[in-house]
C-alpha cells in the first residue's frame, strides 16, 4: 500500500511516535482533488494517464453517493492574468501549470468522472485545496468530520491537501489506488509520508465498506 524503507527508517519513525492510526468519523466527505483532463491526459504537458486513478475514484464517487456521502471536487484554473503574470508566485517554479487557464479543456473535469451538477466545484490557485478557498467552511457547514481524500498528484495536491485537512480539524483517509501521479517514486513517498504524519493510507475496498457502514442518515 505504501513504500517500505527499511527497518531503520520504521524504528526512527515508530520512536518519533508516528504512524498512529486514525479516528474515522461517521459524517465523511470525499474530497476529489484535480481529476481535470490536464492531469489525466497524457496528451497534456501537465497530465500523464490516470485512467487506473478515474477509474477507481468513479466507484468510490458511486458508494459514496449510495451512502448519502456529499462529494466534492477541485479544479487548478487560471485566468488570463494569473497565469500570464506574476501574482501567482507558484507558477514561477511550476511554469508549466500556467497552461491550465480557464475555459480551457486541461481545466475541464475529466468526462469520465460521474460529476453532476449538485456537487460541489472548488476552484483553486494552489496545491492544497484549502487554500484560498472555501472548502473549510463548506466542510463545516455540511457537519463533516473527516475527509477521504483522492485524486492527483499524489505528490502535490494531494498531500498539500491531507496537510491542510488535518492541519483545518478533519480526519484523513487516502485511498491508494484512487491517487496517482507522473512518477512512481514521488508517489510512492508521498503516500508513505501521509501515512506517517497526516492520516489513513487505505486502499478502495476499505473506503468503499467504511462508507457502507455509516449511519443511514448522512
Not at 511550476?94 to 460541489?120: I, K
Not at 488535518?166 to 484512487?178: E, H, I, K, T
Request: glycine residues 10%.
Amino acid at each position: 500500500m505504501t513504500a517500505h524503507y527499511g527497518p531503520r527508517t520504521d524504528s526512527v519513525y515508530a520512536r518519533a511516535g508516528f504512524g498512529a492510526p486514525v479516528p474515522r468519523g461517521t459524517r465523511p466527505a470525499l474530497v476529489v482533488v484535480d481529476l481535470t483532463r490536464g492531469f489525466t491526459e497524457d496528451d497534456f504537458p501537465t497530465g500523464s494517464d490516470l485512467t487506473a486513478t478515474v477509474a477507481a475514484t468513479t466507484r468510490l464517487i458511486e458508494a459514496a453517493r449510495e451512502a448519502g456521502v456529499p462529494v466534492i471536487f477541485t479544479a487548478i484554473s487560471y485566468t488570463p492574468a494569473e497565469a500570464d503574470g506574476r501574482s501567482v508566485a507558484w507558477l514561477d517554479k511550476a511554469t508549466g501549470m500556467r497552461a491550465l487557464r480557464e475555459g480551457s479543456d486541461a481545466v475541464a473535469l475529466d468526462p469520465r468522472l460521474p460529476y453532476r451538477d449538485e456537487d460541489v466545484l472548488v476552484v483553486k490557485k494552489g496545491a492544497s485545496a484549502f487554500s484560498g478557498t472555501s472548502l473549510a467552511a463548506q466542510l463545516t457547514a455540511l457537519g463533516r468530520d473527516t475527509t477521504v481524500v483522492c485524486g492527483a498528484t499524489t505528490s502535490g495536491c494531494v498531500r498539500a491537501t491531507a496537510v491542510d485537512a488535518v492541519q483545518s480539524g478533519f480526519q484523513v483517509l487516502v485511498p491508494s489506488d484512487a491517487v496517482g501521479d507522473r512518477a512512481q517514486g514521488p508517489h510512492d513517498a508521498a503516500l508513505f509520508d501521509i501515512q506517517a504524519k497526516y492520516g489513513d493510507v487505505i486502499d478502495q475496498s476499505d473506503a468503499i465498506g467504511y462508507f457502507a457502514a455509516l449511519p443511514t442518515a448522512q
